[in-house]
């Protein structure tokens, strides 16, 4: 090339080069833009406008719009002949789990869920004096997270663990994400399938038991563990004999009544190949994160050790006596270390075992009630769940016609509603389910939408995944923050607290008319904590008058706002119901005001002299 | 590096250093450094797996020497650091071992 040519090459490359990065700028700018406008909007979000639908009535247009365009971006992005940089499509996941799971953080003050705050205080006891208090609650029978929260603040020298509570979600959603997207990268055929299924697991994980807590912590554990058996533990080969079916047989019929091919599960993938030393390590692996779960969460070993049967039962597990193992090690530790739990529960733990109908009108009926927004709220999760099965089944479906029907995944989708039949988890029981096999859920649901390639018609299938994304968000504001109302922690009540643990002297009791008071973050064991409960009557000021008196060294009555909502919306109490039982209790001329604010109270006994300030 | 992170978070507690630096990078030493450390043993093949399951394996680690010591009445927030630190120390030594001295199959795997 002459001088000449080259000095007039120079400046059209770099014109090219321009021309080149203006797409990539533009790419970017999607998600930039889309972050700063969510994070804005939020911002811009109000608590007081938090309604019985939940934090749904304070959101702003400009959110919907932010992920609206960040959705359209991502979908884009994916669909396209050459699909975006995986770095790219990447960001656009961070920015929809920031929008997603930190709306709460950002709009509301403090931390929400007030199980969140007892485990801070599990933590802080541990932290304190190095025990457990099996006795004081269940929850101590599997200490290791608390153990580690405890160990981890105080080794940083930060006096306990709330500063990690309001944000837990939306990294333990983060540490989710790049595992579920092997996952759905393992089991299906091509990356688009993987980036969908990523994208609709967020918006479709209402179920908020991601906050910080063992669940959350061993929800990941699930989650690797099964991804390390699918990914080195697969079969290498699945056999090759295919024995011709008799042409009635029942098996055949039922392909036929589908219309399904003869061989659905053709094209399974197989295991990826590691070295021997390698192998020898992730079982190691596997056994850690199984003994760590076990004396840490009361229902995921059980989900563990239900869904690796399940896959060595399919032969898609070549450790075939892992699951021996694991239920020998899970029975161990539940005789050894939670024996003050079941020496008083075991009806709790086996009686609900095979009672499958009524853990279902447990879970499902029962807990329809409060005011109409609640029951909106729960009616809206049941719709997306069984919408969110009925299409994931659909997507399997189409996966086996296919011939990609991947045993091993279909298994995984539906294992855990065994555990429907061996616990009721106090009519939890599907919510976890729900949560168990939602990634698997999730990628069957992708494959519904994604259009084998290279395909005609992909606009049609970006357009109905858009359509889809969008709704399953839209909901996931109302399914996962529909109980906000008393979910989120007041700061008044909050405050109210704080000065209860400034002023009541150890040993006290602290009397509530329902559950939903922020407190137990600090010195669980200094008081005696005493919610009256869901029982409450015309009889309520007597229960609370007896609950007071039953402590010699003293009581202090706290009667807060996040109480009388939650007893109106969630157990269903008459509109006004708080306001008139604190006038009953005023009007008895037994108790006496010692601490006031705009949104809480707190009473003591009239002829006691505690609190007198 | 895991070296080097290992001993400047004990230093900090030790000598307790500046609160904020401790107190961001103490728990992201528990949260990453000793399972990562074995998981790069393994040789797991993709970055972002290594990541994931390197994690996982910290907080299980954590959690089974915290609740260790619960169980053995030994107390100790910087006893189940440094116990975490010589996990990790003791992986990352290894590796640096195996590739300085070639690359064939070590048995050692160092998973706990």
């Not at chain 1, 992920?67 to 960001?91: C, E, I, K, M, Y």
């Not at chain 1, 519904?448 to 992909?458: E, G, I, K, S, Y």
């Not at chain 1, 602290?510 to 008071?517: A, D, R």
């Amino acid at each position: 090339m002459s001088g000449d040519a080259a000095l007039l090459a120079a400046p059209a490359a770099a014109r090219q080069r321009v021309r080149d990065g203006l797409p990539a700028v533009a790419q970017w700018a999607a998600p930039a833009t889309a972050l700063a406008l969510g994070v804005w909007a939020l911002r811009r979000g109000d608590v007081a406008d938090i309604g019985s639908l939940g934090l749904v009535t304070a959101l702003r247009p400009e959110l919907y719009v932010a992920l609206t365009l960040l959705t359209a971006s991502f979908l884009r992005g994916v669909f396209r002949t050459r699909p975006a940089a995986d770095t790219l499509l990447a960001a656009h996941v961070v920015v929809l789990v920031v929008l997603l799971f930190g709306a709460a953080p950002i709009i509301e003050p403090l931390p929400r869920v007030i199980s969140g705050w007892l485990h801070v205080g599990f933590a802080d006891y541990i932290a304190r004096t190095g025990e457990t208090l099996p006795q004081l609650d269940a929850r101590f029978s599997w200490p290791g997270f608390f153990a580690l929260t405890a160990m981890a603040t105080r080794a940083a020298g930060i006096p306990d663990a709330m500063p990690l509570l309001a944000w837990a979600p939306v990294g333990f959603n983060l540490l989710y994400g790049a595992v579920v997207f092997r996952l759905a990268r393992l089991t299906s055929a091509d990356a688009r399938t993987a980036w969908l299924a990523l994208w609709l697991f967020f918006p479709a994980n209402w179920v908020g038991q991601d906050y910080l807590g063992p669940q959350a912590m061993n929800y990941l554990f699930y989650l690797i563990l099964v991804m390390v058996l699918l990914r080195w533990f697969r079969p290498i080969w699945y056999g090759g004999r295919h024995r011709a079916r008799p042409p009635r047989s029942p098996v055949g019929l039922l392909l036929r009544l589908l219309r399904l091919p003869p061989r659905p599960l053709l094209l399974e993938p197989v295991a990826q190949r590691a070295s021997s030393a390698s192998l020898v390590g992730l079982v190691a692996v596997v056994l850690a994160l199984f003994a760590a779960s076990t004396v840490s969460h009361q229902l995921t070993p059980m989900a563990i050790v239900v869904c690796v049967g399940a896959l060595v039962l399919v032969r898609r597990c070549t450790l075939r006596t892992l699951p021996v193992l694991l239920a020998v090690m899970l029975m161990a530790y539940i005789s050894y270390g939670a024996v003050t739990y079941w020496a008083g529960h075991l009806d709790d733990m086996f009686g609900s075992v095979g009672n499958v109908g009524g853990t279902i009108n447990h879970g499902a009926v029962q807990r329809v009630r409060g005011d109409e927004g609640h029951q909106m709220v729960v009616l809206l999760r049941l719709v997306l769940t069984v919408v969110v099965w009925v299409l994931a089944a659909v997507g399997a479906w189409r996966r086996m016609r296919r011939g990609q029907g991947d045993l091993g995944l279909l298994m995984l989708a539906g294992a855990p509603f065994l555990l429907l039949a061996m616990q009721s988890y106090g009519g939890e029981i599907f919510l976890r389910v729900y949560a168990f096999a939602l990634p698997f859920m999730a990628i069957l649901l992708a494959a519904l939408l994604v259009p084998v390639w290279p395909a005609r018609r992909h606009a049609l299938a970006a357009l109905t995944a858009g359509v889809l994304s969008i709704v399953l968000i839209g909901a996931f504001f109302v399914a996962r923050y529909g109980n906000e109302a008393f979910e989120q922690v007041r700061p008044a009540d909050h405050r109210a607290v704080e000065w209860l643990y400034a002023h009541a002297p150890a040993g006290v009791s602290f009397v509530s008319v329902t559950s939903n008071v922020p407190w137990r973050a600090q010195g669980i064991e200094r008081y005696r904590y005493r919610p009256i409960g869901e029982d409450l009557g015309p009889t309520t000021v007597t229960a609370i008058d007896e609950e007071m008196r039953r402590n010699p060294k003293g009581a202090y009555l706290i009667m807060t706002k996040g109480q009388y909502v939650f007893a109106e919306s969630f157990l269903g109490k008459p509109q006004g119901w708080g306001p008139d039982l604190e006038r009953e209790v005023v009007d008895s001329g037994q108790f006496r005001l010692v601490y006031t604010n705009p949104e809480a109270r707190i009473y003591v006994l009239g002829n006691s002299e505690r609190g007198d300030r | 590096m895991t070296l080097l992170a290992g001993g400047g978070v004990l230093a900090l507690v030790v000598s307790d250093g500046p609160s904020i630096l401790r107190a961001v990078s103490v728990p992201a030493y528990i949260a990453v450094a000793p399972g990562l450390a074995c998981a790069r043993l393994i040789r797991i093949p993709d970055g972002l797996s290594r990541f994931v399951i390197g994690v996982a394996l910290s907080l299980a680690l954590g959690v089974l020497v915290a609740q260790g010591m619960i169980h053995l009445h030994r107390w100790s927030p910087l006893l189940g650091l440094s116990t975490l630190t010589a996990v990790a120390s003791l992986a990352s030594l290894t590796e640096l071992v195996r590739n300085r001295l070639g690359q064939h199959p070590w048995r050692e795997v160092g998973a706990e």
